[in-house]
């Protein structure tokens, strides 16, 4: 459709060289798509954004436009947009964070406050919306709010299931979906580990049964693959085997209510056991927003480091810990043994503490967006 055509149908007057034109919940028209290839042909000038579900976008099979759009992937808010939409103050200090100096301690717990209420509500803009609506009246209200957004949310995960896979599908989708939370929370120590296949889909077992479900998930962007690696070295892929891989769910608010954990524990001590992969899912998302891709950590022997980062030709060790009292990383250490890495770094609750005797770099957790950006700089 034309920009003439568009200004009949809606009586308004388009400026092709200043206005932004957003088709919204694209996947429900895919002639809009399809539209896009004309668009860029005929009206170079004109700048369009379509928005929409990426399962929807998945199932299109109408013809896509393939060289003719320009693709961008919206995330769950980060821990540094949360911040910066619920105070301020303590967003100007996150930001201007630089892995020089550690920050005050009044700074440093008014942070992992709003880190453990980010643990609750997540990153989804409309369950921090309403999180926000209510915040300055009661925060249990808001905490209320959030909740009650996450459980309508995961609700309409499931019937998209349905929508864009079909019944059969879908039941296996969900039965993938509800595996991630249910094994990561099956982890009590601090390291999350590989994806069970086992009693995944009743009465089925082995990779292949769940290959097709969760490779949905993943392509839908609801869940994050870490791979294993088994020796450290480029390309790390290559060191991967393709059934061997840890799952994080996409939101770890959304994690936390589909555990059904009680909002007002996620910051107690009650929860110490469970903080190890709440932590390590956190990173994984802080992570995949800034790379927008899949993960690997690595194994090898009794050893294992959650994450390893590709910096040029550098591979960087990242280890997570939910202590609050710095301990002796035995993997890390082993890691700095075998590979001798120029960098290497810790993500835990403790506040900034520069390179130790061993060369790690202890960070706060809450910083894990920063350090892609940042890691030339250590």
Not at 4 to 23: A, G, H, M, R, T
Not at 234 to 255: A, E, M, Q, R, T
Not at 350 to 362: A, P
């Amino acid at each position: 459709m034309q920009a003439p055509l568009l200004e009949f149908l809606l009586k308004i007057n388009i400026d092709i060289n200043n206005d932004l034109i957003i088709f919204d919940e694209i996947q429900e028209c895919p002639q809009a798509i399809t539209s896009f290839k004309y668009f860029e042909q005929e009206l170079k000038q004109l700048d369009i954004i379509g928005a929409g579900s990426h399962m929807g976008l998945l199932k299109n099979e109408e013809s896509f436009p393939v060289g003719k759009v320009n693709f961008l992937y919206m995330f769950p808010m980060t821990f540094a947009e949360f911040v910066q939409a619920i105070d301020e103050s303590a967003f100007s200090y996150l930001n201007h964070f630089n892995f020089e100096i550690p920050f005050s301690l009044v700074v440093h717990t008014r942070l992992l406050e709003l880190f453990s209420l980010y643990s609750i509500t997540g990153g989804l803009p409309e369950v921090v919306s309403a999180f926000k609506a209510k915040l300055s009246y009661n925060i249990k209200e808001g905490i209320i709010a959030a909740r009650t957004i996450q459980e309508e949310l995961i609700e309409g995960y499931r019937s998209d299931f349905s929508k864009y896979s079909g019944v059969v599908n879908a039941n296996h989708i969900n039965s993938v979906f509800d595996a991630i939370p249910y094994q990561l929370s099956k982890e009590h120590n601090e390291g999350v580990k590989k994806f069970k296949f086992k009693n995944v889909i009743p009465n089925r077992k082995g990779f292949e049964v769940i290959r097709g479900p969760l490779s949905w998930l993943s392509e839908s962007r609801l869940c994050i693959k870490s791979f294993i690696a088994k020796k450290s070295g480029h390309p790390l892929i290559s060191y991967c085997d393709d059934n061997k891989f840890k799952v994080f769910l996409f939101d770890i608010g959304i994690l936390n209510c589909m555990l059904n954990i009680p909002p007002e524990i996620i910051s107690s001590k009650d929860l110490d056991s469970f903080k190890g992969f709440m932590l390590e899912n956190f990173v994984a998302q802080e992570l995949f927003a800034a790379t927008n891709k899949n993960h690997i950590s690595w194994q090898q022997g009794i050893s294992e480091l959650e994450f390893l980062i590709t910096n040029g030709k550098e591979i960087v060790p990242i280890e997570v810990k939910s202590a609050t009292r710095s301990r002796r990383a035995k993997s890390m250490d082993a890691y700095i043994a075998r590979y001798s890495p120029t960098q290497a770094i810790k993500l835990t609750r403790q506040n900034f503490i520069n390179k130790n005797k061993h060369g790690i770099i202890t960070v706060p957790v809450y910083c894990s967006y920063k350090i892609i950006g940042a890691i030339n700089d250590f």
